[in-house]
């Protein structure tokens, strides 16, 4: 596959380039602050930047008639409808969270949370000391994904990365579904998942649950 | 609901009548070796003792025309035939496994095994060290759940009542789905629902799964 | 070894009797509400009862001239004061847990805490939804093993036993340190090893630190 | 402080610029296969290369002389003689794993291992897909931190960096302690820290032991 990065200087930009060319794709452009490279026709844009740059990245998508996946977070209103305009011309995959494990976890709270409904429930977020949030908008999501209210714990602590644990309990049981996303590589697969469904789909808006119903 | 209890002085009869009295059912039927005490029809039938009571299990079944919760293991082949003939008349659920916890990670891992295709795959499962099997038949079940081989380890040590985790994991993300049994309650709740499940059945030959699909 | 009990009739006091008596040791003393029956001098007392009854149990440690192993909770200074009288005479082992393991993970924190002074810090607490407090008393002591401030995160849920968490994390690793209590097994073998050591004692008022560290 | 890597485009050679670098070390000699660049004399040279690049670790040691740490596995015996004499000129702290917690983790299971000589214990240590040795060298270090055989489960999956888990249970309770390295940062914080401690001792030869007990 021929890529191209928007953001190819931040970390995950420089993360997803690691990724997809230890695989043998092909990094065909570069953009970011200052930078722009293009050497050849991308079969498909990632953009994990800003969304000051998202003039730039649908312009690009349009003149190469090429999908979009998009990571680049706090989008407004109006850019979701410039996205959606987008989408009647190539495929755009938009998420805020690429990791394939947490689309799964979330899946199966929405699948399998009735069965719980007479357990007691709690979610564990731990993270590194330098996240500020919490807690973390993906416990909020999970526990969006049941029917009820369950108490959300958060630790800030040392370096670590990201772990979710989902923990329900009756008098005699325990079950616990945990998360733990090692380092960023956690997003760059989801993000290649992401492109290749892109690639082999029409015009259309598209979020990360489709990429993974059809895995 | 009024409940009899075959194998009435076993570990686990005496605790199905230890938690069913504790939420106000009503015992009046208590059967082991040298011991018979009927006070009064039972709604339902509860058997876990030995495949040598098979004969008065239903023999029973029969005389109050009333549902089996059985749980007796190492039936034989003919066993389940005399079962299934008396699930011509009433209600039968059998299972080598009341936990609820265990049956519904068996359902999760059938429904999203198919997305851990490409993640690495373990089972690890801890129990007390007095237990000689290994693995657990219940590690066993939960691997044969997915359509491929993942190694099991299994850890004998303590007084660890029962522990199994099954581990996914690809190079950026590791999900891990755990269930401990905390104490035989873990089995007690889910005979109850069987009881309950089959007081509102027509006659027929059910398994656990069948139980949990109604919860 | 011949024991007696005050508080027989008790969750602990009936424990104890289980535990004890499964590996030999003879039952030679009950005392509970309306209950007294003592059948031959004891070699050791163990009350697991309630204040109201320590005249009770201070009279028969005299008459018999046996050491007492004391877990009776919400013990007043006063109550203390007499324990230690008592201690001129005959060897006095009181604690509000004698699970082996909090006693050690205890030490562990006391003697290599400091190796985490520049590591962030925090304990999460497990328990039953029917425990009242939190957090938990155990999880304040062991926070006191530790010469500063951590936060500690306590989840109600199900019929969880006990667990404690003590998390150490700098920006590269993270230690663990968990302890389950499975029932109260937990404490029975911890009462019965303070039971061997009183025999050995001269009198004296002893703690559960002095019982490990002859372990 | 001015630091030298000998070893600076390898993987730990890279790691250790970048976390002395964030917090305002200043490196002023890297040297690595067909790069040599000094710029100034080094108050401290880390070796994370190969046995090979050894007779200049020592000469440039010699020439500026200034303090060793050295993490350069399969070391031979003569390797060992030759930083044993060099360790008469200056200090050498010598380790085949820096990692902080690893270090603790040992020294706490030789403190208290002889609590669990009557506990069943257990170790489980988990590592990527890639890891070939199993059980990890660092398994059997901790194994042989106690005074006896305890079975080893080794787990390889997905991209999990390093986990050891030490579980001890006995009829009633389990102690389970674990260390997660989170990625290199878990090596290059010890690594420092054994750097000042070289820059405060005398010529000598030094373990990682001894850096720890100097925390």
Same mark, same amino acid.
């Given at each position: 596959?021929?890529? @191209?990065?928007?953001?190819?200087?931040?970390?995950?930009?420089?993360?997803?380039? $690691?990724?997809?060319?230890?695989?043998? %794709?092909?990094?065909?452009?570069?953009? %970011?602050?200052?930078? &722009?490279?293009?050497?050849?026709?991308?079969?498909?844009? !990632?953009?994990?930047?800003?969304?000051?740059?998202?003039?730039?990245?649908? &312009?690009?998508?349009?003149?190469?008639?090429?999908?979009?996946? !998009?990571?680049?977070?706090?989008?407004?209103? *109006? $850019?979701?409808?410039?996205?959606?305009?987008?989408?009647?011309?190539?495929?755009?995959?938009?998420?805020?969270?690429?990791?394939?494990?947490?689309?799964?976890?979330?899946?199966?709270?929405?699948?399998? @949370?009735?069965?719980?409904?007479?357990?007691?429930?709690?979610?564990?977020?731990?993270?590194?000391?330098?996240?500020? %949030?919490?807690?973390? @908008?993906?416990?909020?999501?999970?526990?969006?994904?049941?029917?009820?209210?369950?108490?959300?714990?958060?630790?800030?602590?040392?370096?670590?990365? @990201?772990?979710?644990?989902?923990?329900?309990?009756?008098?005699? *049981?325990?079950?616990?579904?945990?998360?733990?996303?090692?380092?960023?590589?956690?997003?760059?697969?989801?993000?290649?998942?992401?492109?290749?469904?892109?690639?082999?789909?029409?015009?259309?808006?598209?979020?990360?649950? %489709?990429?993974?119903?059809?895995?």
């Amino acid at each position: 596959m021929k890529y @191209g990065v928007i953001g190819a200087n931040g970390k995950m930009g420089r993360e997803i380039i $690691d990724y997809f060319s230890s695989i043998g %794709d092909e990094l065909v452009m570069k953009i %970011d602050i200052g930078l &722009e490279e293009i050497v050849d026709r991308p079969d498909v844009i !990632i953009d994990f930047s800003n969304r000051s740059a998202l003039d730039k990245t649908i &312009e690009l998508c349009q003149k190469f008639s090429c999908p979009l996946v !998009i990571g680049t977070t706090a989008l407004t209103g *109006e $850019d979701f409808d410039r996205l959606r305009e987008l989408s009647n011309i190539v495929p755009v995959v938009q998420s805020y969270n690429f990791s394939q494990g947490i689309a799964i976890l979330k899946s199966i709270l929405e699948s399998f @949370g009735k069965y719980f409904s007479d357990w007691d429930g709690a979610i564990v977020e731990i993270h590194h000391n330098q996240k500020k %949030d919490a807690p973390s @908008g993906t416990a909020i999501m999970l526990k969006n994904s049941l029917s009820r209210e369950i108490p959300i714990s958060s630790l800030r602590i040392g370096g670590v990365f @990201g772990e979710h644990v989902v923990i329900f309990s009756n008098a005699g *049981e325990v079950i616990e579904i945990k998360h733990t996303a090692l380092s960023r590589r956690a997003f760059s697969l989801g993000v290649r998942k992401a492109a290749l469904f892109a690639l082999e789909k029409n015009k259309g808006f598209y979020s990360y649950s %489709d990429v993974l119903n059809e895995f």
